[in-house]
């Protein structure tokens, strides 16, 4: 009941937000964001926070995965590529309005575990890959929407080579000293950039661990 109460404040809390989609507040609702972190801080789950996961990673705030979910313009035909799977909780959420996910995690360890989560949760229309994404898809590929969950100095260009034409590619950027959601769409081959809200993510880090 009580979780049922703080599940509703954080609805709330998104709409006065201004997250007024309907359907990703409903996802989000549904989602069980306690199942994607560690068990001391449960209490904290349906609180607007980024919190740590293992390897010195975070889940990202409700209302920023929220917000980028906006961002994305969602298509349930969309295929979708997200860099920085983490908790997976991003994932799950994204799974529920597009056609499949294939997500990329560099951390091996965190990589297992949302795939156990999202098996128990029963969605499986994500493929996961440990790696680097910042070589983008380990095939070649090209998707609707790309979506990365770690902030970056420049834009990988593996990465943009595998945005469709009219595609959308959210992501936090660094401009200068400070990090911004940023929207680029590719359009008659070239990009535009929309620059949103101020925010702080983990960076992009090449290689594998
Ligand atoms: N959306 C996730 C956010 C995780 S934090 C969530 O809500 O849980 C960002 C993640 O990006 C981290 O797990 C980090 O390991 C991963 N990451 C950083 N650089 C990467 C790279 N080059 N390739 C794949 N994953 C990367």
Redesign the pocket.
């Known amino acids: 009941m009580i979780e049922n109460l703080k599940k509703i404040n954080l609805i709330l809390q998104l709409r006065k937000l201004g997250i007024t989609n309907y359907r990703i507040l409903s996802i989000l609702e549904k989602i069980p964001r306690e199942k ?1 972190i560690n068990q001391e801080l449960f209490y904290k789950a349906y609180q607007n926070e ?1 919190l740590p ?1 293992d ?1 010195n ?4 705030q409700p209302a ?2 929220a917000k980028m979910t906006e961002l994305l313009e969602p298509k349930k035909s969309f295929k979708v590529l ?10 799950a959420i994204l799974s529920k309005l597009f056609k499949r996910i294939y997500t ?4 091996k360890i ?1 990589m297992e575990k ?1 795939k156990k989560i999202l098996s128990n949760l029963k969605i499986n229309n994500t493929v996961f890959y440990y ?5 983008g898809w380990p095939a070649k590929f090209s998707f609707e929407r790309i ?4 902030v970056c100095k420049n834009l ?1 260009i593996k990465i943009i080579n595998q945005l469709e034409e009219g595609g959308i590619l959210v992501l936090p950027l660094r401009y200068d000293n400070d990090q911004y959601m940023t929207k680029v769409r590719k359009k008659n081959k070239k990009l535009y950039f929309k620059k949103y809200w101020r925010v702080r ?9």
């Open positions: 994607f980024a996961i390897c990673q975070t889940i990202s920023v995965v997200e860099i920085g799977t983490g908790s997976g909780y991003q994932t990329i995690e560099r951390h965190l949302a790696g680097d994404g910042m070589k979506i990365i969950t770690a990988p993510f983990v960076p992009l880090v090449s290689g594998i661990n």
